[in-house]
């Protein structure tokens, strides 16, 4: 039998799959489809300190290859999220990633020592990137503030931290080594890339926010070429994200240096993406004459 346990520093998970935040909303709506015990974990929708609107609509739209979102982290807040959400989610048979966003540093550091009184979430991963919120900060387009973030995370919350990183910037790795440093376990690669949709007919934007995050096959070549490029600069582990839908793709990434990898646009038109894509990696890992998937990571960044 493969082995397909990863570790992302200190968490430990079955199997590279993941699902991630905002496309599989707080799992519960997903239970008829899937068998989460599948799965290497789920990462929830992202939760912010207060409750959110979100954008106004339309917040989504297809593109040619993927799809525009804009919907700004639509939320119920923080307390709604540990009294009605992590009930649940504690009692699935897989590992439960929480996600969560500020507008400041302050509220990430006070989010963080709330949820650190919490029992259920195996790790915590940080949105410093979200591309279409209004009144926040972007966090990850400059490493001093992506440091500090985790460092003051890091004091209330001892909880395995993921920092998610956006690719609008001229170099991921610069951001990537300053979270690493900063004492984060891991990097997820990438968030959406900025985009914009217009209907020239009508004159306007489609989106109500007018731009969205571009996610989707579209942005597959691209996600792998950061992680590659992250991979061979930053040492800690790199959850590989963008336009993944297949063994296939998963294996790129995993050749590319990802440790894990979240499925995210694909669970919107085939929620049984990431369990079928579990079934298939040993066939996949045999065909490389490889009986883990640790052996096969970053086999092209080396």
Known sequence: ???????????????????ASGTFGYAKEMEAMVDFSKLGGIVPKTVTQNPRAGNPPPRTCETSAGMLNAIGLDNDGL???LANHLPY????PTKIIGNIAGKTEKEFFEMAQRISKETGLAALELNLSC?????????????????????????????????????NVTDVSVIAQAAAEAGADAVSLVNTFMGLAIDWKKKRFVLGN????LSG????????????????????????????ASVDDVMEFILAGASAVQLGTVNFYDPTAAQRIVSEIPAALKLLNLDSVSSAIGLLAR
């Open 210 to 213: 007018g731009t969205g995050g």
């Open 217 to 244: 096959p579209a942005i597959k070549p691209i996600a792998l070429r950061i992680v590659w490029q992250v991979a061979k600069k930053v040492k800690i582990p790199i959850i590989g994200i963008g336009g993944i």
């Open 131 to 167: 591309p279409n919120v209004s009144g926040g900060v972007d966090f990850a387009i400059d490493p001093e503030k992506t440091a500090r973030v985790i460092k003051g995370v890091k004091e209330f919350c001892n909880l395995p931290i993921i920092a998610k990183l956006t690719p």
């Open 79 to 81: 307390e709604y999220f």
């Open 89 to 92: 989610l504690r009692n699935l």
């Open 1 to 19: 039998m493969a082995d397909l346990t990863v570790h992302l520093g200190r968490l430990q998970l079955d199997n590279p799959i993941l699902v």
